[in-house]
């Protein structure tokens, strides 16, 4: 891009490329970089607030871990899937019931039927995974064990990188469906077909239905926000500790980088952006000249 150097033409130079000017294509005065805006729009971060909202990856991390737990604990029999049934049910009809206490004015008037439709929705659901659990519990018999538990890792992995932390109600499609695939891939594994069952059910209760709750207490409850997330995290590092000490460490680690170190690492990479606008980036149609255009 060329510029100038000295004395110019007495003509004075236009930005216009519809008139000829006795300059180069490329010429520029030394006003050209005095529309140039560094940082425009840049967001501050403060550190506690950006721990705050990383507290939901920790916790979503931590969700996974106790399942993991929990599906270790049936495999080996310390676990019955009686028990983890009435303690899903209990989980559940709490959760719910917060669920809508914590319902705007505005979604009271449709309770009624909301509660009826949800009440449709779990037993459709119960219905057929209770009824397919004998067939999902030989789904996999012809598929190696080290197969399986590397698909569920991987699926697993998909849940949490495709996981809609921004906005996570509804649960995205592709999160949701990859915790599922690995929930049945684990399940299949299980002595029994109520254990496939009682598994399953746990699953859409952890990956599908608690999302859904820790939204509106983040939405209505953000003073008790950051301490349910804390208190998941607690949960699955000491329920993963209780049966694999190795893996709590790790677990405990990974928190601690995604929640702690992670937010201090942004924040200071956000001392050295310099974005540039100017001149030279692309013509945008402001609203008042797209009304006179349309």
């Not at 310390?78 to 983890?84: G, I, K, N, R, V």
């Not at 109600?169 to 599922?180: K, Q, T, V």
């Not at 891939?185 to 077909?193: D, E």
Request: contains cysteine; aromatic residues 10%.
């Amino acid at each position: 891009m060329g510029a100038d150097s000295g004395p110019g033409p007495a003509v004075p130079w236009r930005k216009v490329l519809w008139e000829r000017q006795p300059f180069p294509d490329n010429y520029v005065d030394q006003r050209f970089l005095e529309e140039l805006r560094r940082n425009e729009g840049l967001r501050q971060y403060h550190y506690w607030p950006v721990v705050r909202e990383a507290g939901f990856v920790g916790q979503q991390v931590s969700c996974v871990a106790i399942f993991i737990t929990l599906w270790l604990y049936m495999e080996e029999g310390l676990l019955s899937p009686e028990t983890l049934l009435w303690t899903s049910l209990l989980c559940a009809l709490l959760g719910y019931g917060l669920y809508q206490a914590l319902a705007s004015h505005t979604e009271s008037g449709c309770e009624p039927r909301t509660r009826l439709a949800d009440l449709q929705s779990a037993t459709i659901f119960l219905s057929f995974t209770f009824g397919f659990s004998p067939i999902l519990k030989t789904l996999t018999e012809s598929v190696s064990t080290d197969t399986v538990y590397a698909m569920s890792a991987v699926m697993l992995l998909a849940h949490l990188v495709s996981f809609p932390y921004a906005q996570p109600l509804p649960p995205g499609s592709l999160s949701l469906n990859a915790a599922l695939f690995a929930s049945v891939c684990l399940a299949s594994r299980l002595p029994g077909a109520l254990h496939t069952f009682a598994m399953l059910s746990c699953a859409l209760l952890v990956f599908a239905l608690w999302p859904c709750l820790l939204q509106r207490i983040r939405e209505k409850a953000p003073g008790q926000w950051a301490g349910v997330c804390l208190g998941v995290c607690i949960g699955g590092v000491g329920g993963l500790g209780s049966h694999w000490l190795a893996g709590a460490v790790l677990l405990a680690l990974a928190l601690g980088s995604v929640t702690l170190l992670c937010p201090l690492l942004l924040i200071w990479l956000q001392r050295h952006k310099d974005n540039i606008h100017g001149p030279w980036d692309e013509a945008e149609i402001h609203e008042d000249l797209g009304r006179f255009l349309h």
